[in-house]
């Protein structure tokens, strides 16, 4: 069945990057986008990035760009989230979510866990 | 950026029970909404699509309508695996925004 299965959970150090793996099965990897989201404690779903699995294009939501990075490996057909300059205020679940025509997120990873802390 | 609002936050209702989910766009975002629905410990789901077309899979008793700035999803017959919380999402601007959730809960 199609299904996303993140990485596991992370602490990670003040002004640390983190990078969260993302890995698609049961559909052909780079013909859907794949979205990045994030929902910190008692916060509403954010949506972060959005890459084109097959020739790569990115969009990025004003707010985290410069700081997150989208990669992928068709290969592994695995898609990868990279956050940088970690603060406190990014420690939230972050999830990867199939872009389904560019209208919505059909299949969602189960969420990685991300605690920025000291 | 759209902003997006729900209401209520929160409510708790009995089995059978129909339920209404308001959601508002700060704009016009003709009919490019959907709903999500988020359970502890389970992995988000995509309801309804496009304002009004329902995922396949998901329960008859789950409709959305709306268009324009204003959106609805109603849940017909309350079961009590429909616990959670409820999402709206806009996609006709970057960038996507969602509301702030509605809690649903059993009395």
């Known amino acids: 069945q199609v299904q996303l299965v993140q990485s596991g959970a992370e602490v990670i150090k003040p002004g640390a990057s983190v990078k969260v793996a993302c890995k698609a099965s049961?559909?052909?990897?780079?013909?859907?986008?794949m979205h990045w989201v994030r929902q910190a404690p008692g916060q509403r779903l954010e949506w972060m990035a959005w890459?084109?699995?097959?020739?790569?294009?990115?969009k990025y939501s004003q707010k985290f760009q410069g700081r997150v990075t989208l990669t992928g490996d068709a290969s592994a057909s695995t898609a990868y989230m990279q956050l940088s300059s970690l603060r406190s205020e990014d420690t939230a679940v972050y999830y990867c979510?199939?872009?389904?025509?560019?209208?919505?997120?059909?299949?969602w990873g189960q969420g990685t866990t991300v605690i920025v802390s000291s | 950026d759209v902003q997006m609002t729900q209401s209520p936050s929160s409510l708790s209702a009995s089995v059978g029970d129909t339920i209404n989910i308001s959601c508002q766009a700060s704009q016009d975002i003709s009919n490019h909404l959907n709903w999500y629905q988020l359970k502890t410990g389970k992995v988000p789901k995509l309801l309804i699509s496009d304002a009004s077309i329902l995922e396949t899979g998901v329960p008859s008793r789950f409709s959305g309508s709306g268009s324009g700035t204003d959106f609805l999803l109603t849940i017909n017959s309350l079961q009590p695996e429909d616990i959670g919380t409820y999402y709206c999402q806009q996609y006709a601007f970057l960038p996507l925004t969602f509301g702030p959730g509605t809690k649903a809960d059993m009395k």
């Open positions: 049961g559909y052909t990897f780079t013909s859907y986008a």
């Open positions: 890459v084109n699995s097959a020739n790569g294009n990115r």
């Open positions: 979510a199939r872009d389904r025509d560019g209208k919505a997120m059909d299949v």
